[in-house]
Nanobody, 122 residues
Framework: QVQLVESVGGLVQAGGSPRLFCAAL????????MGWLRQAPGKEREFVAT????????LYGDSVQGRFTISRNSANNTVYLQMNSLKPEDTAVYYC???????????????WGQGTQVTVSS
């Protein structure tokens, strides 16, 4: 059974720099891009970042570009999201997901984690 298991997000003050990680269990995703998407209350799911299987390409959403950094350890099927300079508008449920494509479109992600809440207080 395939599982993507995210670390716990939690409550963070604005300006904080937490780090999320996600471990893929049950199979290897060495040929998949691994990424993060998020969903705030009342909003559609939004692309955050993705890291290609080859390591040659990363993409970031406009709202996090320059503040968030995605990294990946393909050997242990783990992807990380370093979040810096957090803002209240970054409050959302953050999902780890994998795709055969390096894409910003949520519909092309094949497997999803259960999500982890990150709340940024002002």
């Amino acid at each position: 059974q395939v599982q993507l298991v995210e670390s716990v997000g939690g409550l963070v003050q604005a300006g904080g720099s937490p780090r999320l990680f996600c471990a893929a269990l049950g199979r290897t995703f060495i040929n998949y891009a691994m990424g993060w998407l998020r969903q705030a209350p009342g909003k559609e799911r939004e692309f955050v970042a993705t890291f290609s299987c080859s390591g040659s390409a990363t993409l970031y959403g406009d709202s996090v570009q320059g503040r968030f950094t995605i990294s990946r350890n393909s050997a242990n099927n783990t992807v990380y999201l370093q979040m810096n300079s957090l803002k209240p508008e970054d409050t959302a449920v953050y999902y780890c997901a994998v795709s055969t494509l390096v894409t910003v479109l949520p519909r092309f992600y094949n497997y999803w984690g259960q999500g982890t809440q990150v709340t940024v207080s002002s």
